[in-house]
């Protein structure tokens, strides 16, 4: 199992905050978004991480090799990260994947240790983390069967019909991810689409048979850094722990 982190985006809207930091290492309470992330990893005994870097990726490598010098850590540079989206920097990881499992995780946001131990204790070979609430349009919405399997995934699903809100952390079983990665290297080789979120792939994926299970995590701490509010919100929320 190896943990994979997608860091490489400019995170305009949290200008001028991300003016000169990427977003990842702005604190939310007493840690940054990233140490925060690596902690939970490492509290689950994960033990390589790759990291996805672009937008001032010499501020992550060099914060982490001060923080985590002994950490296993793999670097992967998107050089297109200000043109690509998430699908693109997650096909860069292909590679260091091969014959493994995969956790996958978003680097904005703050979340509970638990939620990586509930994936992974889950008996799901693939699954992935939803918060149940009224979801809005521009949240990624997950529409699953009676028995917690995804039928849809992404932004354009009926609000009537979601459960609730894909958080952002995922876990995919070898078989499944070899999968997966065949479907995105079409997207980005033959359709060209570069520019989409990776749930898109998740779709593809499920349409084709393959099952991802939901875990709810709704009742454990999980926020999204989109704004400067969000990431005061979630620093208060840390200091009440």
């Not at 003016?19 to 604190?27: A, G, I, R």
């Not at 131990?117 to 889950?122: D, N």
């Not at 070898?174 to 989409?196: C, P, Q, R």
Request: aromatic share 8%; proline share 1%.
């Amino acid at each position: 199992m190896k943990a994979v982190i997608l860091a490489a985006g400019i995170s305009s809207r949290l200008r001028p905050l991300t003016d000169n930091t990427p977003k990842c290492l702005l604190k939310a309470g007493d840690k940054n978004i990233l140490e925060l992330t690596i902690d939970n990893i490492i509290a689950n005994e994960i033990k390589e991480i790759i990291i996805v870097t672009g937008y001032l990726e010499q501020q992550i490598k060099d914060f982490v090799a001060t923080k985590y010098p002994n950490l296993n850590v793999s670097y992967i540079y998107n050089e297109v990260f200000s043109s690509t989206n998430n699908i693109y920097s997650l096909w860069l990881t292909k590679d260091l994947l091969l014959d493994d499992e995969m956790l996958l995780m978003d680097s904005d946001i703050i979340f509970d240790k638990k939620i990586i131990a509930e994936l992974l204790t889950s008996g799901y070979d693939s699954c992935l983390a939803l918060k149940r609430h009224n979801v809005q349009d521009e949240e990624i919405k997950v529409k699953v069967d009676d028995n917690g399997k995804v039928l849809e995934i992404g932004k354009e699903v009926n609000q009537n019909e979601a459960m609730g809100e894909s958080i952002g952390i995922e876990k995919f079983g070898m078989g499944t991810l070899s999968k997966l990665f065949t479907i995105i290297e079409h997207k980005i080789m033959v359709e060209k689409k570069v520019n989409i979120f990776y749930e898109a792939a998740f779709q593809d994926l499920i349409d084709n048979g393959a099952d991802i299970f939901i875990v709810d995590t709704t009742n454990y701490i999980c926020m999204e850094i989109d704004t400067a509010a969000d990431l005061e919100a979630a620093g208060k929320m840390l200091l009440k722990q």
